[in-house]
């Protein structure tokens, strides 16, 4: 199966600063890596997503790089804004059961005005 | 072009007793899978379907059994309650099978006393 480590836990930033999520994956024929943002009582959302054949790809003020040979993936967001608050999931698939995800534990991200 | 949508949103069941949560997929979508997501913590994949057949299973006890109809929707069912399965139950629906982009509901969260 699949294993997802996702760093930091916590991340707080001045707005306007850059944040940047990382996560590893174990099996290396993994090729979809999505993110999702959640907010405090609200569903996953889907934000960004990732195919193993790009190593990045940008979406206004998101993007996510794929390093495959190091087998880790990142989400990046610059110039944070409050509304940027909330806990952000990456997620991998079990390469023995595709569509079966993995998520990781979760990076709560605070944007101090 | 409605979303994902889930019922009911909340429940409140005891010890032993059973659960049956619903699921309509985003339009377009035919595969649904479900999560489980406890306080603090990343989704957990219980299963999947696709043409009303469970097609991915996590690592959940049998307790744990769903059902798609003719129309993409879906149900997940839980026997004999315990505490541990207070959470919130997450549904995602994505298009075809494999490693897709999944969309969530706002998910039905149930409590255990």
């Known amino acids: 199966g699949e294993n997802v480590e996702q760093h930091p836990s916590t991340l707080s930033v001045q707005e306007g600063d850059s944040a940047v999520i990382k996560c590893t994956y174990s099996d290396s024929a993994s090729n979809y890596f999505p993110w999702y943002k959640q907010e405090l009582g609200k569903r996953p959302q889907l934000i960004i997503d990732i195919r193993s054949n790009v190593g990045e790809k940008k979406d206004q003020r998101i993007a996510v790089t794929l390093n495959k040979t190091a087998k880790h993936f990142s989400l990046h967001i610059t110039e944070t804004q409050p509304e940027d608050s909330a806990v952000y999931f990456c997620a991998a698939p079990a390469t023995d059961s595709w569509g079966k995800f993995q998520f990781g534990a979760g990076t709560q991200v605070v944007v101090t005005p | 072009d409605a979303g994902v949508t889930q019922s009911p949103t909340h429940l409140i069941k005891t010890r032993g007793q059973q659960v049956t949560l619903r699921c309509s997929p985003k339009s377009g979508h035919d595969t649904v899978s479900w999560y489980q997501q406890a306080l603090g913590q990343g989704p957990q994949f219980i299963f999947q379907y696709y043409e009303e057949e469970e097609r991915q299973r996590g690592n959940f006890p049998d307790r744990f059994s769903g059902h798609q109809f003719p129309n993409y929707s879906s149900e997940l069912n839980v026997n004999a309650l315990l505490l541990g399965d207070s959470a919130l139950y997450l549904c995602?629906?994505?298009?075809?099978?494999?490693?897709?982009?999944?969309?969530f509901g706002d998910g039905t969260r149930l409590s255990i006393l």
């Open positions: 995602a629906s994505s298009y075809g099978l494999g490693n897709q982009p999944q969309h």
